[in-house]
């Protein structure tokens, strides 16, 4: 079963424009990462935050989590043609090896 | 980016013949993973690795096999391919267990008719 679920499924914006994407899960987590597909490629990671954190920025991303809520939102800022990709959240569980579980994604477009 | 090499990137068999997927680091990680990604479905972890002939099953792993012999190959065994497998298949690799970056490969699409 997937722990992560993100929303919205898929997002359209103009470039320069913010874009946020939520994910939430169902049970408790050591830390929930982002990660970013392009198409036909494999994934990257761009930002981990543990559960003991509430927010995180790297670069033009901001992430948060919310413990209680069971929820994260990333935030992209300035939005750039190539954001354009596929963005999935991946909640790292407390006991047990590394075993991400991931969402099924937001497929981000970014309109010149 | 990560020195992982999956291999073959792209093949096509028939229905009830094996398949062997290679995933070969050159990173020295101890964790190694196969994961699946279908439409609908994100990714599905099917069988990860914590050392040389240490592994355990994932999410869906019936009909699949792995093995470790070294620490920079991992191999994904489909011992008779159904249609239910047409997938694309990621390596992924990380350093450590807690909460550590884990790092994809490229994919291996498989197509099984």
């Known amino acids: 079963s997937q722990q992560g679920e993100e929303d919205p499924q898929a997002l359209s914006i103009q470039e320069g424009e913010n874009a946020t994407m939520n994910c939430s899960y169902k049970?408790?987590?050591?830390?929930l990462q982002w990660y970013r597909q392009n198409s036909g490629r494999g994934l990257v990671h761009l930002i981990l935050?543990?559960?003991?954190?509430r927010e995180k920025h790297s670069g033009r991303l901001r992430v948060t989590l919310d413990t209680s809520k069971k929820s994260s939102s990333l935030l992209i800022t300035a939005s750039r043609a190539a954001d354009t990709a596929s963005y999935f959240c991946?909640?790292?569980?407390?006991?047990?090896?590394?075993?991400?579980?991931f969402g099924q994604g937001t497929r981000l477009t970014i309109n010149p | 980016d990560a020195g992982i090499t999956q291999s073959p990137r792209h093949k096509v068999t028939e229905t009830g013949t094996p398949v062997t997927l290679r995933c070969h680091q050159t990173?020295?990680?101890?964790?190694m993973y196969w994961y699946r990604q279908d439409p609908g479905h994100g990714l599905r972890l099917i069988h990860y690795?914590?050392?040389?002939?240490?592994?355990d099953k994932g999410e869906v792993s019936d009909g699949y096999s792995v093995s470790r012999s070294k620490t920079e190959d991992f191999l994904l065994t489909l011992e008779s391919a159904t249609s239910s497998q047409t997938s694309v298949y990621f390596c992924?690799?990380?350093?450590?267990?807690?909460?550590?970056?884990?790092?994809f490969g490229e994919g291996s699409w498989l197509t099984v008719v």
């Open positions: 991946a909640t790292g569980p407390i006991q047990g090896a590394q075993k991400l579980v």
């Open positions: 992924a690799i990380s350093p450590h267990m807690d909460g550590n970056t884990i790092y």
């Open positions: 690795s914590y050392g040389v002939k240490d592994t």
């Open positions: 049970t408790s987590i050591n830390n």
């Open positions: 935050i543990r559960s003991n954190e």
């Open positions: 990173e020295n990680h101890r964790y």
